[in-house]
């Protein structure tokens, strides 16, 4: 932040969003279906950033209730919209459409709200002083959705709709803990509740969630042939969801102090990892199911390493000293 709490939104990410356009829209290394979609895609991104932009914000001044009050609602309000247009057949492309006006409408209410201490800049040089933060980030998103990247480009229709399914459950699971982390998490840096608490009541509501998800994936799975292996996936993608639910705790902790490094590395290695090996892995008999148990054994490596490194450098207590 800048100007004594100003927030700035840096405009630059508009010319990497047009620059990412031309460059999928070019070489074509990513398999996509249709400009209008793509188009989309990067429209969506923007106005995603931002958003995240502000919820950085709001943790940082610990009033995250303040932004969960309309953007749960809207959400809400956008997938019951988004459901209605799926059950009369609807292109996809009017239900990304009615994702990117909820995202501009989240953008406009907490401008309304913050009027005054958010302004548009356009800034290289910030950019340059978070590069740091800027490869953290893009290591993080890119693990964190990088499996399904995977399967879009070697499995089946069949395989990906499943897994994809499979995962976005998994990701549903997670929205109740990580959202009690993130409205939490500021007690921690004034240091009125320690970390070991929050985990462990994280650790609950991802539990009930998850019981509640794998209820959701059986009806579905019974309810529709053509997911009949969603299940399976679900399961096995149950070590991707601890880690995720758990890795928030360790992961804006490491953020604000000098080993924030340490995150982007471990994530780094493990990606290369994914995408090196995993096509050869899918390629096997069975290789949805051993790819998911992959998935797995690598994220499980990166929760050994916040382990680790929160021990042996006593980070909790040296980040209060």
Not at 147 to 160: A, D, K, P, R
Not at 196 to 219: E, F, G, N, P, Y
Request: aromatic share 18%; net charge positive; proline share 2%.
């Amino acid at each position: 932040m800048i100007d004594k709490g100003t927030l700035p939104l840096n405009t630059l990410s508009i010319i990497f969003a047009i620059t990412s356009y031309f460059i999928i829209y070019k070489f074509q290394f990513i398999k996509f279906y249709d400009p209008t979609f793509l188009i989309l895609c990067i429209i969506y991104g923007v106005t995603l950033g931002w958003i995240n932009t502000f919820v950085k914000y709001y943790e940082y001044i610990n009033k995250n209730k303040e932004l969960y009050k309309f953007q749960v609602f809207i959400n809400l309000a956008c997938s019951v919209i988004i459901s209605i247009l799926i059950i009369f057949k609807f292109s996809l492309i009017y239900a990304f459409g009615v994702l990117i006006i909820a995202n501009i409408i989240i953008i406009v209410i907490c401008f309304m709200i913050n009027k005054g201490n958010v302004k548009f800049i356009f800034s290289p040089n910030l950019l340059y002083n978070g590069m740091p933060f800027l490869i953290n980030t893009l290591a993080v998103m890119a693990f964190s959705q990088i499996n399904i990247v995977i399967i879009n480009q070697f499995g089946t229709n069949y395989e990906i709709s499943n897994f994809v399914l499979a995962q976005r459950i998994m990701e549903v699971s997670l929205m109740l803990p990580n959202s009690y982390t993130s409205s939490i998490i500021g007690k921690f840096f004034k240091g009125e509740i320690k970390m070991a608490d929050i985990q462990k009541k994280t650790l609950r509501l991802w539990s009930a969630s998850c019981v509640l998800c794998l209820i959701i994936t059986v009806a579905i799975m019974l309810l529709y042939p053509k997911y009949n292996i969603v299940i399976y996936l679900f399961l096995l993608l149950l070590p991707l969801g601890y880690v995720r639910s758990m890795s928030m705790s360790y992961s804006v902790i490491l953020d604000y102090t000098k080993y924030y490094l340490v995150r982007t590395v471990s994530i780094c290695f493990i990606l290369l990892l994914n995408l090196f090996l995993a096509k050869y892995i899918i390629q096997v008999p069975n290789g949805l199911y051993w790819f998911s148990i992959y998935i797995g054994v690598l994220i499980s490596l990166l929760i050994i390493v916040y382990k680790i490194t929160f021990k042996k450098y006593n980070i909790y207590e040296m980040f209060h000293n």
